[in-house]
């Protein structure tokens, strides 16, 4: 059974930084693309960082939004099966619910797995607030 379990969220002042973890458990595919969605009241879910992971060779090509570029790092840790969101130089509109999600690889770039509905499997979230 596929698990995913997102942690690190919290509550910081602008231009703080706060780093995302999401724990993957019963996942173990050869390729596979990771992503970091967020989901602020009132709005809808959107993809904010995405990986693509090969099992034998760790984490490659990264994409982002343009409204988390330069600011947020998607990265993985292929030992301990773990997903990251580094995130600077936050912002109040960065206040969301972030949620992890993984999916098996089908060919293309990961580039192109841009909705909740190409992940086969997704976390609980973890929150994330903001304040000015």
């Known amino acids: 059974q596929v698990r995913l379990v997102e942690s690190g969220g919290g509550s910081v002042q602008a231009g703080g930084s706060l780093r995302l973890s999401c724990a993957a458990s019963g996942f173990t595919y050869s390729r596979s693309c990771m992503a970091w969605f967020r989901q602020a009241p009132g709005k809808e879910r959107e993809g904010v960082a995405t990986?693509?992971?090969?099992?034998?060779?760790?984490?490659?090509?990264?994409y982002y939004s343009d409204s988390v570029k330069g600011r947020f790092t998607i990265s993985q840790d292929n030992a301990k099966n773990t997903l990251y969101l580094q995130m600077n130089s936050l912002k109040p509109e960065d206040t969301a619910m972030y949620y992890c999600a993984a999916a098996t690889y089908r060919g293309g770039s990961c580039r192109n797995y841009r909705y909740e509905a190409d992940y086969n499997y997704r976390g609980q979230g973890t929150q994330v607030t903001v304040s000015s």
């Open positions: 990986i693509y992971i090969a099992y034998n060779t760790g984490g490659g090509t990264t």
